[in-house]
């Protein structure tokens, strides 16, 4: 397992429980943040379960969930920019990471997702 994507992850995770902090603290938004949160730290917790996964398939299912839920993470990223409750910068920030971690899931899924 690429420890590096375990590290980018994390980083994002801690972003994510940053996002929320701001957004139920300062803007009183708690519904797309919780959203965002849960899925925004899913990714790196999925990650940290394929670390350990007991065979292949197992590996590429955490995968696949990681890269499911940084597509969820991007949904909600993009729903908050758009309604303006985070702003355009704010949220090419953010997305950047999430769109890097979200490549680097998909190739290692399309490596490790059996054949057929």
């Given amino acids: 397992m690429d420890n590096n994507l375990y590290k980018k992850s994390y980083t994002f995770a801690i972003r994510m429980v940053k996002l929320?902090?701001?957004l139920s603290r300062d803007k009183q938004e708690f519904i797309?943040?919780?959203?965002?949160?849960?899925?925004?730290?899913?990714?790196?917790?999925?990650?940290a379960e394929a670390n350990g996964a007991i065979s292949k398939a197992d590996f590429s299912s955490k995968i696949a969930i990681s890269y499911k839920e940084s597509l969820e993470t991007k949904y909600w990223l993009s729903l908050l920019k758009d309604t303006g409750i985070i702003s355009q910068k704010?949220?090419?920030?953010?997305?950047d990471d999430v769109d890097e971690i979200s490549k680097?899931?998909?190739?290692i899924l399309r490596k490790t997702r059996p054949r057929g």
């Fill in 20 to 22: 929320y902090q701001y």
């Fill in 90 to 95: 704010a949220f090419e920030s953010v997305f």
């Fill in 32 to 47: 797309l943040s919780k959203q965002v949160l849960r899925s925004g730290t899913s990714i790196g917790a999925n990650v």
């Fill in 104 to 107: 680097i899931l998909f190739s």
